[in-house]
């Protein structure tokens, strides 16, 4: 297998290609990317035709890859009244058995007028698998297509345990009623997209302090309050008054850039929409003082630039935390429910060890 297909923000091809032919070469792949602008994929291809990415890279290591998955082919001419039977020829022909399967498109509008077809072939798949013994409860692949039009698809698979559990790398989270804005999923999905389970269990408890630094309306303090932690809600702006009323929350009227926790807390997130270097340095400046022992903030990125913008402000963090001799873990990714912008998560190892 040497060519793989990965899932981006329209828009954000560029950096999807960039990104990982920079850490595919790292790891001494080497290979070139084709990209459409707008098309919400990239494709990477292997100069060499034995790599073996999924072996080297994990999909939490890149931030613009939603998903991903290793191409057997593009089937450019199914026909419409049977697209199955070419599929599972083609499948017949490969090494691998699926314990599940993703009927997927691009996340463009032209992927969401594919939706209905997807669903369609969703049971005669399901059935075709079973009967050519391509199906194993057990095994450790998921098969892939990926519609392109009516008649075009890739097929591939990805290891269950090297890609997203979602389709198309995006979860489906709802905004209740009683959120103060949608900004409240872009938490939810930072919490469960760059925190495992355990460290949720672990570092997400009931009780905990957290500082929401620009914090108005409230959807991030919402959040951290539904996992039921105490929250100072820094920001000039309007906070939702059930969130004022609800005893879990104080509001500080104060320029977040200049506020200081009078204690210690174990959470400080910061949605405050500036310079992305700007935001980083204030992160830097919790972490090192010891304000939080972690942290979820978002990265506004700029016009032009944007995968080294963001590269340049993980280093700057990393090289800080390391000076100040703080272990922890940096991980970052552009979420479905962030625009033009990133999400970074920082844990320490101070807290991993307690
Ligand atoms: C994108 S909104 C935050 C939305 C919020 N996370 C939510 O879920 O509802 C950005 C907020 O940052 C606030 N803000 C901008 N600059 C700030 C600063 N220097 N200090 C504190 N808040 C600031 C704005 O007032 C605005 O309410």
Redesign the pocket.
Known sequence: MSSWLLYCRAGFENECAAEIQGEALQRGISGYCKARADSGYVTFTSHDPGADLFAVLALEDLIFTRQWFAIYALLNDLPLADRLTPILRLLQQQPHQYAEFFIETPDTNTGKELQKLCRALARPLESQLDAGGLYQAKADDRLHLCFLSTHAAYVGYAPLANSSIWLMGIPRLRAPRQA??R??LKLEEGILRLMFEDEREQFLRPGMKAVD????????SWQLIQRHLFVIA????PMQEELLESGQLEQIRE???RYQPSKNVDWMVC????KPKKVTALMARWLVNGWCRHTIFNLKLPMKKRYQEVQQCLTMLHDELIAAGIDATIRCKQLYHDREEVTVCVLTADAAGK
């Open positions: 103060p804005s900004s409240a630094l620009g914090a108005a309306p409230g959807g991030w820094v920001d000039n702006g320029d977040g850039f949605d405050i929409v500036d």
